[in-house]
């Protein structure tokens, strides 16, 4: 009999990708998502495989599913800051009461339980690069707290499950991911600056753009997240490319590459954005073996490419 895996937020840009690479692997994959941020685009080269099947719901509303799930994978949540601002509230009940009913689903069903988590539980960093042994810099009561917050949550319920009820888990805390099929309008930097970029619009630089992220293409974050479901690593595991840049330098980057006409238009910086970001992955080298393969200039000229046609 096949193994069936159950992904939340499998509508969504990350999800998408990994109901592929499941059902890929011969797994029989239901993709739950309520489209908060996500689109049935996404899945639409999926919907004729028999092996999937989608489930509008929204997680942090319980469910009963009465199929056998071997894993689930908690993807479900708004994730671009633009989104978390617009969706305070939902954000919150996703990442606790979502969380709480998909640990319910894997406790059931004795399934492996991966939560996606996020280099926002380092908030503001004051260490660099991140280790997972890092507890973070997080402004609870600020406007980025409601992601923050309920992804620490997320992690608490998450171990506390593991602890108690002995459910298998896995805590991926991904670092900014980007790729084909990010909405051109979610407002996270990569996005925007491709959808300006190739309108000859101006690039919106928040601040002086010296605050640093490192950016990961979306193929070598999914074969990350592939070989920690497949590892028996219970602690969080950062997965992310390590390759760091400063935001005016990305903007530059993206205007050379999709030889633009655009200049760049400094704005105000968002409050508590993080100074610095950088993933320390060696937990992920020595547990999962894995390190970013795609170069940015490469996962660039796809994303470019991607935009362009869509
Ligand atoms: P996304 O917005 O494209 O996907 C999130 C999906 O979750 C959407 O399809 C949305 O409709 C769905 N969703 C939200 N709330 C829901 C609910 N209550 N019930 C059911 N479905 C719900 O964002 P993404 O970039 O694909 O992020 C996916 C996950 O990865 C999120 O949990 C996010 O926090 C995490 N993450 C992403 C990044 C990144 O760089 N892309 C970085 C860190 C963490
Ligand atoms: N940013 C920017 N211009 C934009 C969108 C984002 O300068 O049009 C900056 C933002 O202030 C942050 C960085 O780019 O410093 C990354 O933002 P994003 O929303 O992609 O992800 P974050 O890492 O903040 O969650």
Redesign the pocket.
Known sequence: MKNNALITGGAGFLGSYLCQRLLHSGLKVFCLDNLITGSLKNIIQLKNDKNFEFIKHDISKQIVIKDKISFILHFASPA??VDYLKYPIQTLKVGSLGTHNALGIAKEKKARFLLASTS?VYGDPLMHPQNEDYWGNVNCIGPRGVYDEAKRFAEAITMAYHRVHKVDTRIVRIF?TYGPRMRKND????P??ISQAIRNKPL????K?L?T?SFCYVDDLIEGIWRLINSDTNLPVNIGNPDEMC?VDLAKHIIRISQSKSKIEYRK??ID??KQ?RPDISRAKKYLKWQAGVALEDGLIRTIEWFRQN
Request: glycine fraction near 14%.
């Open positions: 671009s800051p926002e900014n407002g996270r930097a990569i925007n600056f919106t630089v928040y601040g753009g605050q992220r935001l910086l968002p954005d993080p970001r």
